[in-house]
């Protein structure tokens, strides 16, 4: 790679670490109480991950390894002034105030898979049969990732059980090759997770997949496909890729393994992410397939590809557009709370592509 590539991405990187600084710790110290009338909602995660437990209990996950799954289940309440798209993070030197800020109140370990399991499916049962599943992307602390999809679940009303999967970043913006490498670890753990919702009492298992969290997921159908059981038993609902940060021949690789879906994927891209920039350009200048400009040429392989490149997000780096945007966050959430009807979904799935026009 030329030097001055080098340098523009090095000082991206710098500029990205500064600009998301975070404590990374999930519990605070001191809760301080408030009127449930300040508090706009209280959502239970649960939570499945290849992450090791850490050493300091308000992180409760770090970034490195773990050979076999945890879980856990957290409780997150949203303030009541909370702004559809937004997350509002206490920063250093804050009281945990509820009102203002989203803040866990509780986490609730398993240190097995049945525990676990019974807890989840007592959940799944109590909300009418619906999971989704979450899988976060490059760069992603354990807290960041229970706060992210808190916010997606809150703001587009989704009805059913949120499901975490949480493989280890290292959450650096310079851990870039380690996330890589932990996501490619991850690939059984998700198999071994999505089949354990399969025998659960989910009548419909969702996933929504983001940037290297893509990478993840399309591994991981592409070997369930391998196995002959690709769907989970029918019920595997939507699949939501949201700015995938995979090299589009691989991608194209994946897709022809796993076939043409029965009901085509979404794929969410936008030609304006300078993350996905920079990540072709440690790739040696290779298109990513979330900022891919041959829309049809993806189409043709099973998916339904929105083009977000004309809709406004809120981060600089216009990579997380379909959580932080509040039209399109709820337009996805209207899309998931559809029941199995393929005409239902094919129109609220065309309102999304009118909004990236």
């Known amino acids: 790679m030329p030097l001055k590539k080098i340098f523009t991405v090095v000082l991206a990187l710098f500029v990205a670490g500064c600009a998301g600084s975070q404590t990374q710790e999930l519990l605070g ?38 050979a076999t799954l945890n879980y856990a289940r957290v409780n997150v309440t949203v303030p009541g002034l909370h702004k559809t798209g937004q997350i509002e993070r206490r920063s250093r030197g804050r009281s945990d105030d509820p009102a203002k800020y989203f803040m866990a109140s509780e986490v609730v370990g398993y240190d097995t898979q049945p525990k676990f399991s019974s807890a989840l499916n007592a959940d799944i049962a109590a909300r009418g049969g619906r ?21 997606i679940v809150h703001d587009s009303g989704y009805p059913g059980t949120p499901v975490l999967f949480s493989w280890a970043s290292g959450a650096r913006t310079t851990d870039y090759v380690y996330d890589k490498e932990s996501a490619s670890a991850a690939r059984d753990q998700l198999e071994v997770t999505l089949r354990m919702l399969e025998q659960s009492g989910a009548r419909r298992i969702d996933i929504v997949a983001h ?46 393994r796993y076939g043409k879906p029965d009901k085509p994927f979404i794929l969410l891209l936008s030609d304006d992410d ?33 083009d977000l490149s004309k809709v406004k997000g809120s981060d600089s780096f216009n990579h997380t557009k379909f959580a932080d945007n509040p039209a399109l966050v709820k337009m996805i959430g209207q899309r998931l709370r559809e029941d199995d009807g393929f005409a239902s979904d094919r129109d609220v799935t065309d309102r999304i592509s009118l909004l990236g026009q």
């Open 29 to 66: 110290s001191t809760m301080v109480s408030a009127p449930v009338t300040e508090i706009a909602g209280n959502h239970s995660i649960f939570i499945a991950t290849t992450r090791k437990k850490s050493d300091d209990p308000n992180k409760v996950f770090d970034g490195e390894r773990s």
């Open 131 to 151: 999971v989704m599943v979450f899988v976060h992307g490059y760069n992603t602390g354990f807290d960041a990732a229970v706060y992210r999809l808190t916010q």
């Open 211 to 256: 940037s290297l969290g893509t990478w993840v997921t399309m591994e991981t159908l592409r070997q369930m496909a391998i196995t002959g059981d690709r769907d989970l038993g029918g019920k595997l609902g939507d699949v939501v890729l949201a700015s995938p940060d995979i090299d589009v021949d691989v991608f194209k690789s994946q897709m022809r």
């Open 274 to 306: 300078r993350a996905l920039r920079l990540s072709g350009l440690i790739a040696g200048s290779r298109p990513r397939v979330g900022d891919y400009k041959d829309a049809a040429d993806l189409a043709s392989y099973g998916v339904t590809v929105v």
